[in-house]
């Protein structure tokens, strides 16, 4: 006997039970895009290569599903969509209405190793504004955030946002003398992970000193933005100092201080950001991040555009869900149509003109093909996750009557198929 075809190492096969898993997280994600006057948009599944070399190096090629193409053109499957977003937005270039509120939810790749909350195929909500330099616009999409989590059942206490700033980070590099920043990035990225002494290291090698490295670290060790102002004196730095502050009595006016916190070692390993970056974390911290981004007001000129102030960030549907899970928010339960159909007397013609009545109506109708025993008719109404069962050509009931049972509670009631059509 053949062997089973699995799928793919890094994918997932979506049952109905599952994809009503990921529809509950899509639906969030939609009502509160829709709820912030965000627009969809959408791209193509596989963009040419150099869009992403030309971005992030030839080291992400590592990183991609990439192929040549019969045209002979060198092809990758999208790993993330902000470079498709650059690209859209330039191609409008001054027809871009501004401030533009953009949202997607692109099916990703990215060759990597599988892990709790990563996977190599998945679904990755976008929200990004471009076109505004404007604190506001950071504090919006932070706000954003918490309120997915919001809708999804989390709690403030669930979900930390901690939130820092690449720009007072960039001011603090250049006061110590750091003129390759990029590799810094990375190392203070990597902090929490790297060992002490490969750490310095690293930063040793991007020409920082000793003293650098412990003002690096007493930035990094603050706990709050009055610590910080003692660190830095460079009119750049404190005017990245104040624009934190700003953000945070914003993120309070909108509600979400609860959710929000300083974190300075928050950092990004994306060279692109250059203001405000955050990251959503479990307050366990035993999860991946939920949500990253920041602001990143070179990108679109890097790619061939003007220079177009920008702000975004990503949400994955695995590591949110695995969240969900833990804290038992998931929905349960196979999905179904809200009325199935019993054929009583067996007329087949008469249940399908019931059925074309109702759908007519909008209403969600389901029935057994065939008709059969009502034993075996109720057991497929009860398999396919249906919420109340219409009895068709009952002689218990009028001709112009059916009966109606609610299949979680029991309850049998008598109708008309014009009512059940309201």
């Known amino acids: 006997m053949s062997q089973k075809i699995q799928p793919p190492k890094g994918t997932r096969d979506f049952y109905p039970a599952d994809m009503a898993i990921q529809n509950h997280i899509f639906g969030a994600w939609r009502r509160v895009c829709a709820r912030f006057g965000f627009q969809e948009y959408e791209g193509p599944s596989f963009e040419h290569l150099e869009m992403y070399t030309g971005k992030s190096g030839d080291e992400i090629v590592g990183q991609l599903y990439n192929f040549t193409d019969k045209g002979g053109r060198d092809i990758a499957l999208r790993p993330e969509m902000t470079p498709t977003l650059a ?29 709790r909350g990563r996977l190599r195929e998945f679904f990755q909500l976008n929200m990004d504004i471009l076109g505004s330099d404007n604190v506001s616009a950071d504090a919006e999409l932070i706000a954003a955030a918490c309120r997915i989590c919001e809708e999804l059942g989390l709690k403030s206490g669930d979900v930390v946002a901690r939130i820092s700033s690449r720009r ?61 102002t003692d660190l830095v004196s460079s009119d750049d730095a404190k005017a990245a100092l104040a624009e934190l502050e700003t953000l945070f009595q914003l993120l309070a006016a909108h509600g979400v201080a609860d959710w929000c916190k300083f974190d300075p070692t928050v950092v990004r390993g994306l060279a692109y950001y250059t203001g405000v970056v955050y990251e959503l974390f479990d307050a366990g911290r035993s999860l991946r991040a939920i949500a990253g ?38 929905p349960t339960g196979i999905p179904g149509p809200d009325l199935w159909l019993v054929s009583v007397d067996g007329d087949e013609i008469r249940q399908a003109a019931v059925a074309a009545k109702l759908r007519a109506a909008g209403k969600e109708v389901g029935f057994a093909f065939g008709g059969g025993k009502l034993g075996k008719q109720m057991q497929a109404a009860q398999e396919n996750g249906a919420k109340r069962a219409v009895f068709v050509g009952s002689d218990r009931v009028a001709a112009d009557q059916v009966e109606v049972k609610d299949l979680a509670t029991g309850e049998q009631t008598v109708s008309t198929v014009e009512a059940l059509c309201l």
């Open 87 to 115: 690209r859209l937005a330039n191609q409008l270039g001054r027809n871009l209405r501004k401030p533009a509120r953009w949202f997607s939810l692109p099916r990703l790749w990215r060759y990597e190793k599988q892990q």
């Open 168 to 228: 007072l980070i960039s001011t603090l590099l250049d006061e110590l003398g750091c003129t390759d920043k990029p590799p810094v990035y990375l190392a203070l990225d990597r902090r929490e992970k790297l060992p002490r002494e490969d750490f310095v290291k690293g930063l040793g090698e991007a020409g920082l000193t000793e003293d650098g490295i412990r003002r690096l670290d007493a930035l990094f060790d603050a706990k709050s933005l009055a610590e910080v």
């Open 293 to 330: 981004g920041g602001r990143y007001d070179d990108l679109l000129s890097k790619m061939g555009g003007e220079r177009m102030p920008a702000v975004g960030f990503g949400m994955g549907d695995v590591v949110i869900a695995e969240l969900l899970k833990d804290k038992g928010l998931l």
